[in-house]
């Protein structure tokens, strides 16, 4: 048992966090106190710690994007060769489970090693060839009417939709 230097009771020690845990040294205040501690000088100073967090995310986000800008400007487009790093895009091998996007990764502040695992998963893909590959595996427009719709207006060109003829397959 020891008594808390901030509320004066006696409690249990585990009720207290160790302060050297190699020597068991505990600290004077119990869990309990220091939490509440804690709690007010964040309230008092909220302004300071959002204001530090703002700044270490922007820090943050800084460096993933300059790490995924020079891998887009290494490898580009498996398909087609476009190096455009604007339509540039990762694109999840096979089915390999993926964790989260790589673009959800960088968003949440995820560490470089983890999204650098993520993209050993993936191709870099433009947009284009990424949309063309993900229809194929998924079996996009497997339905005839879709498909033939879509053949009508290969076709017939694009350039004027309503002219192109309206016919159904059964």
Known sequence: ???????????????????I?????RHRQ?????????????NSNRQYYLLKA?????TLRDKVNVFLCQHLLKNPCVDCG?????VLEFDHKGIVPKLKAVSQLARAHFPIDKIQKEIDKCEVRCAN????KTAQVFNWFKNKSARSSTDRVLVFGTSDVGSIPAGRTK
């Open 1 to 19: 048992m020891k008594k808390c230097s901030k509320c004066k009771k006696e409690k249990s020690l585990s009720e207290f966090s160790f302060k």
């Open 21 to 25: 845990k190699a020597t068991g040294l």
């Open 30 to 42: 119990c869990k309990e106190c220091t939490r509440l501690l804690i709690r007010n000088h964040y």
């Open 54 to 58: 703002r700044k270490r995310n922007k």
């Open 82 to 86: 476009e190096s455009d790093v604007t």
């Open 129 to 132: 060839c990424h949309r063309r």
